[in-house]
């Protein structure tokens, strides 16, 4: 499967403990997305990667989560001290540059619950 | 600010029916409208987008969608629904980033029933 990877896709946390996730987009695409999906809701914008390159964060990025990208491949994002307003599913999409910017490929998501 | 809204949370359609599930946007200057499908425990896909050009785009599993500049409108349509095209339906509109990248904001979802 050459789509974007996520992992784990599942992550049941007790409340102020910290999480990692981690993506691993299509391996030619030079952008990458984090994107936060809560219960009927659309997903919502969370931050951008062009390579290594954190280029835009959604003010819904609050100072407890931290993303990174730091070889411009796979990207992880942090959630330190979890609150249970964090459960949702995390979704991570990447595309590529110039003219194929505007088409994004997601993952399966990560579903962290908080409890 | 750039929306999309999706008025109906569910649409029901019998198998083999024509069916819409409609989206509305609001943007300044000219729009790029996305439709993605979500199905239950996986990520979204991509199903077809509106850059510019004909005002019916094709998209992927049959689905095609209509741009109305006046009515400001991107409705997502397929001639023949199949039960397996049940499924969460979502419009997005982008915003272009530093660099160059995409920030999609997309609109609450529709869910699809299709019965047979």
């Known amino acids: 499967d050459t789509g974007v990877s996520q992992d784990p896709r599942h992550k049941i946390t007790k409340r102020g403990q910290n999480v990692t996730f981690r993506c691993d987009p299509i391996s030619e695409h030079n952008r990458l997305y984090w994107y936060r999906q809560t219960l009927g809701q659309g997903p919502e914008f969370l931050t951008y990667?062009?390579?290594?390159?954190?280029?835009?964060k959604s003010r819904l990025l609050s100072d407890r989560f931290s993303a990174e990208r730091p070889k411009g491949s796979f990207s992880t994002l942090e959630i330190q001290r979890t609150e249970q307003g964090d459960s949702a599913m995390y979704l991570c999409a990447s595309s590529l540059g110039a003219d194929r910017a505007y088409e994004a490929f997601f993952g399966q998501g990560t579903r962290l619950t908080v409890v | 600010a750039q929306s999309v809204a999706q008025p109906e949370d569910q649409v029901n359609v019998a198998e083999g029916n024509p069916l819409t599930v409609k989206c509305t946007y609001s943007?300044?200057?000219?729009?790029?409208l996305f439709w993605y499908v979500q199905y239950p425990n996986r990520g979204l896909q991509f199903l077809l987008k509106y850059i510019t050009g004909d005002n019916l785009v094709k998209g992927s599993y049959g689905f095609e969608a209509e741009f109305n500049k006046s009515q400001t409108s991107f409705h997502l349509k397929k001639p023949s629904a199949l039960v397996s095209d049940s499924a969460l339906y979502f419009c997005a509109v982008r915003l272009i980033l530093t660099g160059g990248g995409n920030k999609l904001t997309f609109g609450t979802g529709t869910q699809l029933k299709v019965e047979l």
């Open positions: 990667f062009q390579n290594e390159a954190q280029l835009e």
């Open positions: 943007v300044s200057g000219n729009p790029y």
